[in-house]
């Protein structure tokens, strides 16, 4: 019974001491617990890549860049990314050296043409360094695949959309997006795919065709130049996502809506509205998001000695309004 006492004692004498230290562990147990619960699962990065896009200012080449991000995440590697603001080969090769110089363990890059970017792609080889191509492709260099779209079905599906909103009859401007010679191939299958449907139409007339520089001559004022020509241009196709947003907002500002059927190329969200308002009849898209993803995964399978196609191909989309309801 003393005993008994005596602890009771000894426990009141001392309840705010033994209160706080209960409180102290409870607090250290609970900060433990949380820590455990919140604690995020950090990795290495599996490999290092380096990717190079056109420009910086091209809704198309964001688009590709998220993809890129996304798959960078799912598949556990890092990714650093440069572009010239505008369309610029000299730079994109500076970019290439780099890569090499950096080592990096895979290079993904948009190949301008005309400036010997298959033996830089052929030294990143050399050097061990797997490249994949991508919008623009290099199938004589020693890339490892090429991630992108049937260029010429591309020009066709375009074709196909002016020939629909004309009715078969129509005096047609073209719009090329920065100089011919930096993507000649590309833009050969393009306007090649683009006038072979047009000339089973005898009332399908290309009137002319412009090209645009990023910072040099818009798109705008192309469109502006074929409204104050008075050549009878009654329809556009501009090959390009930035010119597409171009040449829409000039005919919105100059009230040509409906006088000027336009079709364009991509799928972004600005473009996406036009379409749905009927400023722009249609596009047709590569699938820039699925190019970036689809890529970063090849360069993985590359460097886990995995099968990989040469051509990895991210499809055609026509879009127009009727296909926006579905």
Not at 179 to 194: P, T
Not at 258 to 283: H, M, P, Q
Not at 295 to 304: F, N, Q
Request: aromatic content about 10%; glycine content about 6%; charged content about 20%.
């Amino acid at each position: 019974m003393n005993i008994f006492k005596n602890l009771l004692r000894f426990l009141y004498g001392h309840a705010i001491l033994i209160l706080t230290l209960a409180v102290i562990a409870a607090s250290l147990v609970l900060f433990w617990l949380q820590q455990e619960e919140i604690k995020p699962y950090i990795s290495k990065p599996k490999y290092h890549f380096y990717f190079i896009a056109q420009n910086s200012v091209d809704p198309f080449w964001n688009e590709v860049m998220q993809g890129i991000q996304d798959s960078a995440e799912d598949n556990n590697v890092v990714v650093e990314y440069n572009a010239p603001r505008f369309n610029n080969p000299k730079e994109e090769l500076q970019f290439m050296d780099i890569a090499i110089i950096s080592k990096v363990d895979g290079i993904i890059t948009h190949v301008p043409g005309g400036i010997g970017f298959t033996d830089i792609i052929d030294k990143a080889y050399d050097n061990g360094i797997p490249v994949i191509t991508i919008e623009n492709d290099d199938s004589e260099s020693k890339r490892y695949a090429f991630a992108g779209t049937n260029s010429f079905e591309l020009g066709s599906e375009a074709a196909r959309l002016l020939i629909e909103a004309t009715d078969a009859n129509a005096k047609v401007a073209v719009i090329l997006n920065g100089d011919l010679e930096q993507d000649a191939i590309e833009h050969n299958l393009k306007m090649n795919g683009f006038i072979s449907t047009l000339k089973e139409y005898p009332n399908m007339n290309i009137v002319k065709t412009y090209t645009s520089k990023m910072g040099i001559l818009s798109a705008e004022e192309i469109t502006q130049t074929i409204i104050d020509s008075n050549n009878g241009v009654n329809a556009i196709f501009t090959a390009s996502s930035a010119d597409t947003l171009g040449s829409a907002q000039l005919i919105v500002d100059r009230s040509r809506v409906g006088k000027i059927i336009l079709v364009g190329y991509g799928n972004s969200e600005e473009i996406l509205r036009y379409i749905d308002k009927e400023i722009i009849y249609g596009a047709v898209a590569s699938d820039p998001y699925k190019m970036g993803y689809e890529s970063i995964r090849a360069l993985v399978d590359v460097k886990d000695n995995k099968s990989v196609p040469s051509f990895i191909d991210t499809q055609v989309k026509v879009i127009t309004k009727k296909s926006l309801s579905k």
